[in-house]
């Protein structure tokens, strides 16, 4: 059997006019800044701190993921629709694509099947500029970092071997990850070695997602830490006086986009930090946005619950006084067999003793979540290789756990394949529902905040501190920032730092090779493993795929 691919579904779909999608939350025309007929702006204005503690936040998270994805944002935008479909007004809340994995491997983010948010190529592309402006952003103030090394005026006396501070493309190109700029002349700037990280782990992705509003959002520009001074002084962002220029270049980029998924109901997709070197989910702008304006919201947080839920609790609910009511954990069969021990052409073929072995990883997630103080729905996201055998092992062991186990067909039918699911976490929400409550308290030590992400989370025995690691630590407190969330960069295909270790490792600890300051983001970012901020191209990309005709109309796209 045939299936369209995700862009012919699109492609297929007759958009009603953004107005239209506003309308449903009771947003006047007048009210937003609209990107051409499918796509708006909305203002800061609506958010309503007193209407988000009245609504209901899920977060949607999965087991530790797998070479062949698990659809975190498929299910996402399909529990949207079966909410809608039981008779909730619910809004799904998630990140915009990098342009890097859309060309690379792993493709856009919009989500697949039938359950997806459109225009699908709008969105994974440029969409309304948010990313070209965080870009902007950043490479502002590297600009003003090299302008000032060689300025006779205003010169801060910065030492160009501390300069922590990277430019930034939102596409994956291993060449540009060390370089060395100011070649030429001394009218070409200081010599010095650079390098550059791709857009998503710009500290000003972070910012912007973590900002409250404008001014917070200068303010944290300005508190970016960019290196030492030959006196060993420190120096900020605002010591620049780069804060206000930076902001001017965010100032549309700052207010949370609305689109519609493919049953018309509102998306609203703002902000896009990778989860394994990042927090890993949309800004918390967006998601008073949506709380603000619908009953239930449905967010994402990237990669496995130990990376994406672990920073969507700790960092962004914490600091944000977000309280998430359920938490549906995405599994798929297929990787349940991946961590049961099956290699990559053994994932499409049933295997109970693989499945039953594999759940191990998911058990692990459920018992974390608990710890939030939050209650885990499970979504066993269907794939046509799935045998009844393997899902009814799902549903019987989660049960036994006391936790609703559902099978989610959104990719195949949208709403209609995820009522189950809704009716499964609107249960949740309404009778099991708790007061989150984060696993650290950011005024707790370092090392301490570390340690208990670590063995709680990760399952570990204990934490390692490589020699640059304990300097980096004396740093932090030296600077003041001891009070900050962690954030960690570990891979995210294991519960460790090490990506061959797959299932529910035991019997280890985990190395910090080095800890990287996000002053502005408020958070410091413990990195485990070899951590890279820019990705490189496969050997075969998904560009090469990809096909444009004389219409406009894209191919390939993913």
Same mark, same amino acid.
């Given at each position: ?7 012919? &579904? ?14 449903? #939350?009771?947003? *006047? ?20 701190? *007193? ?26 935008? +399909? ?26 491997? !792993? ?26 402006? &965080?870009?902007?952003?950043?490479? #502002?103030? $590297?600009?003003? %970092? ?9 010169? #801060?006396?910065?030492? /160009? ?16 990850? @060390? &370089? ?21 782990? $710009? ?35 605002? *010591? ?32 896009? /930090?990778?989860?394994? &070197? ?15 304006? $619908? ?45 049961? +021990?099956?290699?990559? @052409? ?13 759940? !191990? ?51 195949? !039918?949208? +709403?209609? +394949?995820?009522?189950? #699911? ?17 696993? =650290? ?16 989370? =990760? ?5 390692? =501190? @490589? ?18 969330? %962690? ?72």
């Amino acid at each position: 059997m045939a299936y369209q691919s995700d862009i012919e &579904i699109a492609q297929a779909k007759t958009l009603v006019h953004i107005k239209e999608i506003a309308a449903k #939350l009771n947003i *006047d025309e007048d009210n937003m800044e609209m990107y051409g007929k499918y796509k708006a702006k909305l203002p800061l204005s609506l958010i309503d701190e *007193d209407k988000i503690k009245q609504n209901n936040l899920v977060l949607v998270t999965a087991l530790t993921p797998t070479p062949a994805g698990e659809g975190k944002t498929t299910v996402s935008i +399909g529990l949207t629709e079966g909410l809608n479909k039981i008779g909730k007004q619910a809004t799904v809340v998630l990140r915009e694509p990098s342009l890097g994995p859309v060309f690379g491997i !792993k493709g856009g983010a919009a989500g697949g099947g039938h359950s997806q948010v459109v225009p699908m190529e709008d969105i994974n592309l440029h969409f309304t500029g948010d990313f070209n402006a &965080i870009e902007k952003a950043n490479n #502002l103030l $590297s600009a003003l %970092i090299d302008n000032n090394l060689q300025s006779a005026v205003n010169n #801060l006396n910065i030492d /160009p071997r501390t300069i922590l501070w990277k430019r930034v493309i939102d596409m994956n190109d291993r060449a540009l990850r @060390d &370089i060395t700029i100011g070649l030429g002349g001394t009218g070409n700037g200081i010599p010095r070695q650079d390098g550059f990280n791709i857009t998503p782990a $710009s500290e000003v992705m972070a910012i912007l997602c973590m900002a409250t509003d404008f001014e917070n959002l200068k303010k944290r520009l300005g508190d970016i830490f960019i290196g030492f001074t030959f006196d060993k002084k420190p120096v900020f962002a605002r *010591d620049l006086k780069a804060e206000n220029a930076m902001a001017i270049l965010l100032k549309d980029a700052i207010k949370p986009n609305l689109v519609q998924t493919l049953e018309e109901n509102p998306a609203i997709i703002h902000g896009g /930090p990778f989860a394994n &070197i990042a927090q890993g989910t949309n800004t918390v702008l967006a998601t008073k946005m949506g709380l603000s304006l $619908s009953n239930y919201v449905v967010t994402e947080a990237g990669f496995g619950a130990d990376l994406g839920a672990e920073k969507f609790l700790n960092i962004k609910s914490a600091f944000a006084g977000l309280n998430p009511k359920c938490v549906v954990l995405v599994a798929t069969i297929r990787a349940l067999r991946h961590h049961g +021990g099956a290699q990559p @052409d053994e994932y499409n073929t049933p295997s109970l003793e693989r499945v039953t072995e594999g759940f !191990k990883n998911l058990e692990k997630h459920i018992e974390n979540i608990r710890k939030f103080n939050i209650e885990p729905v499970v979504a066993i996201n269907s794939f046509v290789s799935d045998s009844e055998e393997e899902v009814q092992f799902i549903k019987d062991t989660c049960a036994s756990l006391g936790v609703h186990a559902v099978l989610s067909e959104g990719w195949a !039918k949208g +709403g209609e +394949g995820t009522k189950e #699911l809704a009716a499964a976490v609107v249960d949740v929400v309404e009778n099991k529902a708790t007061q989150f409550k984060p696993l =650290y308290d950011w005024k707790s030590p370092v090392k301490e905040k570390i340690a208990i992400i670590a063995k709680e989370i =990760y399952g570990a025995d204990g934490v390692i =501190y @490589d020699k640059k690691a304990e300097l980096n630590l004396r740093r932090i407190d030296r600077l003041g920032f001891n009070d900050f969330a %962690i954030c960690m960069a570990k891979t995210q295909k294991s519960f460790s730092d090490d990506e061959k270790l797959i299932g529910r490792p035991t019997g280890f600890s985990v190395t910090v090779r080095e800890i990287e300051i996000a002053a502005g983001a408020q958070f410091i970012i413990p990195i485990l493993g070899k951590m890279m901020r820019m990705p490189g191209l496969p050997a075969k990309p998904a560009s090469e795929g990809m096909t444009i005709d004389n219409n406009g109309v894209i191919s390939g796209l993913s």
